[in-house]
């Protein structure tokens, strides 16, 4: 069975960082584009970062572009997001998926609050 498990969302003052990790089991992460997508309030999903088969990162989109960075870590079969410099619109249910377009499975998410 594939799960994707997200943890490390949390509350942050503007400004601040957060680092989110995706467990993932039933597959391995390194045979696989793996992705970050996130909802913010009342808005659409958007994806935020991947990484390639290789290891090699995707580029970001520009609402994140120099702040956010993707990592993978294949030896405990787990992908993270760092995030630095964060700022209220980064508020959002942030999630792991395998794949990018299309996505085959997702996490349920973790909630990053954003606010002073």
């Known amino acids: 069975e594939v799960l994707l498990v997200e943890s490390g969302g949390g509350l942050v003052q503007p400004g601040g960082s957060l680092r989110l990790s995706c467990a993932a089991s039933?597959?391995?992460?390194?045979?696989?584009?793996m992705s970050w997508f996130r909802q913010a309030p009342g808005k659409g999903l958007e994806w935020v970062a991947g990484?390639?088969?290789?290891?090699?990162?995707?580029p970001y989109p520009d609402s994140v572009t120099g702040r956010f960075t993707i990592s993978r870590d294949n030896a405990k079969n787990t992908m993270a997001l760092q995030m630095n410099s964060l700022k209220p619109e980064d508020t959002a249910i942030y999630y792991c998926?395998?794949?990018?377009?299309?996505?085959?499975?997702w996490g349920k998410g973790t909630l990053v609050t954003v606010s002073s």
């Open positions: 998926a395998q794949g990018w377009r299309p996505v085959g499975y």
């Open positions: 039933g597959f391995t992460v390194s045979n696989y584009v």
């Open positions: 990484v390639y088969t290789g290891g090699s990162s995707m």
